[in-house]
């Protein structure tokens, strides 16, 4: 059958098709680059689903991505001959926004500073199909999905509707024809049919793209009989020896997987021979992405086998708490048809992981000490998050307790390490004090402060939600007890034995209040467990003070947040 169904985009979609055609102006180019990776993912899920699915048939003895121009018709195909879509995969895939999130996404695309930071939005929430809309004013794709006999036509100028109706003898695979807007006159440059930009876009973003990509140029026109020329290395990077790959074709590739504009902190490159082959090429962003913090962000390490790409976000490799490292982890001897669940318990897999760790946290640590301004800028971005390690991961505790920076009252322009906080400690001090707040100035104006403040005591100052969680954890960090100064008795000057005059001092207040704690514990006995003298304060009349095992008042607000 051909009739033509028009079919509304979902309100999100078509708000964010208006976000994208007309709030992004500069570097029209990455739309090729997403065209050119949904091929490329087409061909990696038919390779796959052939290796693993004898029964689907499918000729994989040339899979490779065709790019088409036509001048006269001022159009663009960018064709695959990989797993291709039904017409449900459409309707889902394209006419609807799947993923989680997209409502938070649009807010943080209106409060965009600039081009690059809206784009680098874009890009990490894979709104990659739609960018076609800000170089055609119509797209039409041509799909039909492997193992089944009926192709689809859909079709779309990006405004509200799309166009979808069966139709016959399409091959195996995905064609997306850009009908290209008339060139403007301020944007010379952006002409997508000459065979000298499209060359250019495709070495500068899809060159590692393991699939040959395709055109006829010039070039093969005049002395290649004919034959298409392809357009990029195909190199996998992370199959080379380090000595062999440059500081700008890892940044490269690091862009390409991270889409990241910015350069990465450090770039990690190994190889691990013998029982349990593997190379892994990772990457510690410099910038936070926008949705780390959110539930379902994902972990950026992705799994090939022998260069056959298994999955994304692999988190049978990282732990929660790194998901913000890049990466790739080609490993050599698993089954291609791997599940996450059997990845999850998978002693080898499991091993690579601790390794992987060891080697980021490794390198955060080298950072420290080589290459503080660096560590610094790290620590700022992703310090929130390196401290849920101290909750999830207990293996490397020591490791992070070393990398933690941490404002403090010594210097309140610059953070400490515990390292240099012990250093500093006075003479008979016992314990590393810290008080954990909402904010700092919260923190350095609590009571408690005060007697800290008045004695000359370092306080260390935590405002971080997850500070909370884990100094709740950790006893100690080098022999030495961290101490809230908020929780249970800390008495900076209980007078020595022999210390008579002090002692009667003491003695004598006790007898001036005998009668009032009472009365304020009853008073108030809704609201606290009991009312006792205290050294903490040398201005404030009275502190509230958690008993040693109490929840913080942040710790009970955060996990009221949480649901718990
Ligand atoms: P993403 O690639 O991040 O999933 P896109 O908007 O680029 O987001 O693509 C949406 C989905 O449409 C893809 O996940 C894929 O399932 C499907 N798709 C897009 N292009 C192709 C193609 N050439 N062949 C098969 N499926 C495709
Ligand atoms: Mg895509």
């Not at 309707?91 to 209106?110: P, Q, R, W």
């Not at 399409?170 to 000459?194: C, N, Q």
């Amino acid at each position: 059958g051909s009739t033509v169904e028009t079919l509304e985009f979902q309100a999100e979609t078509r708000q964010l098709l208006r976000l994208v055609i007309h709030s992004i102006y500069s570097n029209k180019d990455i739309f090729l680059r997403e065209l050119i990776s949904n091929a490329s993912d087409a061909l990696d899920k038919l390779r796959l689903e052939s290796l693993t699915d004898s029964g689907l048939q499918a000729d994989t003895s040339d899979l490779h991505i065709a790019l088409e121009v036509d001048r006269g018709a001022r159009t663009l195909t960018i064709r695959d001959n990989g797993i291709g879509m039904s017409r449900d995969d459409i309707v889902e895939l394209i006419g609807t926004i799947a993923k989680s999130g997209t409502a938070g996404l649009l807010d943080k695309l209106k409060e965009a500073k600039d081009a690059a930071a809206a784009q680098s939005l874009i890009g990490q929430f894979g709104v990659g199909f739609y960018s076609a809309f800000m170089v055609a004013d119509k797209v039409t794709l041509r799909t039909r999905r492997a193992g089944t006999d009926q192709g689809t036509l859909w079709e779309s100028d990006g405004q509200g509707t799309y166009d979808i109706q069966a139709v016959d003898g399409l091959p195996t695979g995905t064609s997306v024809t850009l009908h290209l807007k008339p060139a403007d006159s301020e944007d010379a440059l952006a002409d997508y049919l000459s065979e000298w930009k499209i060359r250019q876009i495709v070495k500068q973003y899809s060159d590692f793209i393991r699939w040959p990509i395709r055109m006829a140029t010039e070039r093969t026109d005049a002395d290649g009989g004919g034959e298409p020329e392809t357009l990029n290395s195909m190199k996998a990077l992370w199959a080379r020896p380090r000595s062999e790959v440059t500081e700008a074709e890892y940044h490269e590739f690091y862009q390409q997987i991270s889409h990241d504009w910015q350069e990465p902190a450090a770039t990690i490159h190994m190889r691990a021979e013998g029982t349990f082959e593997y190379e892994a090429l990772l990457f510690l962003p410099s910038q936070a992405p926008f949705d780390l913090f959110s539930r379902d962000t994902r972990r950026g390490v992705q799994l090939y086998v022998k260069r056959v790409f298994i999955m994304d976000d692999c988190d049978a490799l990282m732990p929660n708490y790194l998901r913000f490292v890049k990466g790739v982890v080609d490993a050599h001897d698993l089954s291609l048809n791997i599940s996450r669940e059997i990845l999850q318990h998978d002693r080898q897999i499991q091993g690579v992981r601790r390794r992987l760790v060891k080697k980021v946290i490794g390198a955060i640590k080298d950072m420290q000490t080589k290459d503080s301004e660096t560590y610094a800028k790290v620590w700022e971005q992703f310090g929130r998050v390196l401290k849920e390690g101290l909750i999830e991961d207990t293996d490397n505790t020591d490791t992070l307790l070393e990398l933690i920076s941490a404002a403090s009252t010594h210097d309140p322009e610059k953070t400490t390490t515990l390292r240099e906080y012990v250093a500093r400690m006075k003479d008979g001090q016992d314990a590393i004090y810290y008080l954990t707040g909402e904010s700092r100035a919260m923190v350095e104006n609590s009571p408690h402060m005060e007697a800290f403040a008045a004695k000359g005591y370092e306080v260390l100052i935590l405002t971080d939600p997850v500070d909370e969680v884990w100094t709740d954890r950790i006893p100690a960090f080098d022999g030495h007890r961290l101490q809230s100064i908020a929780k249970g008795q800390v008495d900076l000057d209980e007078p020595a034995d022999g210390d008579q005059e002090a002692n009667a001092d003491k003695a004598q207040h006790e007898q001036d209040f005998a009668a009032l704690l009472p009365w304020l514990t009853t008073t108030l006995s809704e609201h606290v467990k009991e009312v006792r003298l205290s050294s903490r304060l040398t201005t404030s009349a009275a502190c509230i003070v958690g008993d040693a095992h109490d929840m913080t008042p942040t710790l009970e607000k955060m996990y009221r947040a949480m649901g718990q």
